[in-house]
T-cell receptor
Framework: ETGVTQSPTHLIKTRGQQVTLRCSSQ?????VSWYQQALGQGPQFIFQ???????GRGNFPPRFSGLQFPNYSSELNVNALELDDSALYLC????????????FGQGTRLTVV | GEDVEQSLFLSVREGDSSVINCTYT??????LYWYKQEPGAGLQLLTY?????DMKQDQRLTVLLNKKDKHLSLRIADTQTGDSAIYFC????????FGAGTRLTVKP
């Protein structure tokens, strides 16, 4: 049990819709990173938030956006969903910008039909 | 090519040692990690090593880093059936880059 919780655990959306995924970070952690894990692949870095500001972004289009709140919880928003967005979305929390010890949540399984 | 490469499968017998290998391309990686993922679950941090170290031991786990060859390995001593999972190697340099994972199967 890492103390990082994600909601919802599963979600089915239709192509073209928008989705919001949520992550509650471990107590004391001020950094949240989001990853996309396609079936059979390793996680791919989407972006990181440190103290409510974006602190690095991977190779994902602008329709992937995020927020971090004053309590350091975070949201991942994806607009105009595509079939290839179907994946497990993981968030990881850590203390500080360097993910020396990043702890992952259980993930949200998103299926786009 | 991929930033981080791993062999996809490894099968061992219970009680044997397992060695999972990883090669990475980014020599600027400051930290290198091993994560474990069980079916339907998120990633569990097993251990990490700073890039200026060449070995780290933590109970049944031994990490070896050959920085010259950009090769990282994870040895699990006395492998148990509960160790069956997918193991990911990752390097950190501004962001975390993961391999595709090695599926370890432990046979009784």
């Amino acid at each position: 049990e890492t103390g990082v919780t994600q909601s919802p655990t599963h979600l089915i959306k239709t192509r073209g819709q928008q989705v919001t995924l949520r992550c509650s970070s471990q107590s004391g952690h001020n950094t949240v990173s989001w990853y996309q894990q396609a079936l059979g692949q390793g996680p791919q870095f989407i972006f990181q938030y440190y103290r409510e500001e974006e602190n690095g972004r991977g190779n994902f289009p602008p329709r992937f956006s995020g927020l971090q709140f004053p309590n350091y919880s975070s949201e991942l928003n994806v607009n105009a969903l595509e079939l290839d967005d179907s994946a497990l979305y993981l968030c990881a929390s850590s203390f500080g910008r360097v993910d020396t010890e990043a702890f992952f949540g259980q993930g949200t399984r998103l299926t786009v039909v | 090519g991929e930033d981080v490469e791993q062999s996809l499968f490894l099968s061992v017998r219970e009680g044997d040692s397992s060695v999972i290998n990883c090669t990475y391309t980014d020599s600027s990686s400051t930290y290198l990690y091993w994560y474990k993922q069980e079916p339907g679950a998120g990633l569990q941090l097993l251990t990490y090593i700073f890039s200026n170290m060449d070995m780290k031991q933590d109970q049944r786990l031994t990490v070896l880093l050959n920085k010259k060859d950009k090769h990282l390995s994870l040895r699990i001593a006395d492998t148990q059936t509960g160790d069956s999972a997918i193991y990911f190697c990752a390097g950190y340099n501004n962001d975390m880059r993961f391999g595709a994972g090695t599926r370890l199967t432990v046979k009784p």
